[in-house]
């Protein structure tokens, strides 16, 4: 597996403990080293032209001390490094990633308001980070839609049949293979479609519902094929439904080990890094913790 390390940013709150049982976990799997950071928020905080990231802090570090009494004696052990940093975290939590195979982070900390359902760090990690990101939720969440059809560990990836991403399936099928989960694939198609003819005129679709749901079957299962011959063990099932892709992802995010989505590739006239509407919807209101994984590079 790789060597660079799973990192669980910490604050002292029990989100924070929170994502490190998760880190704990993933490292584990992954044969990885684990790598417990707290940022702290740089003195100066409200100079917002200085971004500031001080060396290790050698002083003693609260957060970081909880974290250490969490993780004393458990079952199982991976190598633990603690760092403690100063500077606006929302800044260097993302930089983080270019050195690490994982990014782990409670969907809130200390900071913010009452009722945010995904703090600000957390919000830029998973935009700007180069490297998975998985944010925790608190628990409790509830979602509505029908349960899963049977028991057992399960992976929900979304697949956009138009542009599927490789980074985000290889994800998905790597992590469902550590678990030993099944894969449901998640590949919505609009309905009703509505083509405009004129202002004001709308003509009728010229494909029903059931050729467009078989025609969306038949592409997931292609872009499927590659991926389930390197992870044979691996059960990939498409969950193929008419609708909105975030509403179906959420859904399925009810009892689900992980939801795997993907992050939006830079545009030359949007230059700058966005998530996209079904990724920012699926942070905000899934159950399960969730992945989001940058695209991968484009092939020249």
Do not use: K
Not at 91 to 103: K, M, T, Y
Not at 217 to 232: C, I, K, N, S, W
Not at 238 to 259: E, F
Not at 271 to 281: D, K, L, W
């Amino acid at each position: 597996m790789s060597t660079l390390p799973v990192i669980a940013a910490v604050d002292g709150s029990d989100d924070g403990l929170r994502a490190l049982d998760w880190a704990l976990d993933a490292a584990h799997r992954r044969e990885a080293p684990l790598r417990v950071v707290h940022v702290r928020q740089y003195a100066a905080w409200a100079q917002t032209d200085v971004l500031v990231a001080g060396p290790p802090d050698t002083a003693e570090d609260p957060a970081l001390d909880q974290a250490r009494a969490h993780l004393q004696g458990r079952a199982f052990a991976v190598p633990t490094e603690y760092v403690g940093m100063e500077g606006v975290p929302g800044a260097l939590l993302p930089e983080l990633g270019a050195d690490a195979q994982l990014l782990v982070l409670g969907s809130r900390g200390r900071g913010g308001f009452t009722g945010l359902l995904l703090g600000s760090n957390g919000m830029a990690a998973a935009r700007d980070a180069e490297c998975p990101v998985v944010v925790v939720p608190r628990p409790g969440r509830e979602v509505h839609g029908e349960a899963p059809d049977e028991p057992g560990p399960r992976v929900v990836v979304g697949l956009h049949v138009d542009s599927p991403d490789d980074a985000t399936l290889s994800f998905a099928f790597t992590e469902a293979e550590l678990r030993g989960a099944r894969l449901q694939v998640v590949a919505a198609y609009p309905w009703p479609v509505q083509t405009w003819a004129a202002a004001g005129q709308i003509v009728p679709p010229v494909i029903d519902a059931v050729s467009l749901e078989s025609e969306t079957r038949v592409l997931a299962d292609g872009f499927l094929t590659p991926y389930r011959e390197r992870h044979p063990d691996v059960r990939a099932e498409p969950y193929v439904a008419p609708g909105d892709a975030a509403g179906h992802l959420v859904a399925t995010s009810r009892d689900a080990d992980l939801v795997v989505v993907g992050r939006h590739r830079r545009r030359l006239l949007a230059p700058a890094r966005m998530m996209g509407s079904v990724t920012h919807a699926v942070l905000l209101h899934a159950a399960s913790p969730v992945a989001v994984v940058p695209p991968a590079p484009p092939q020249e």
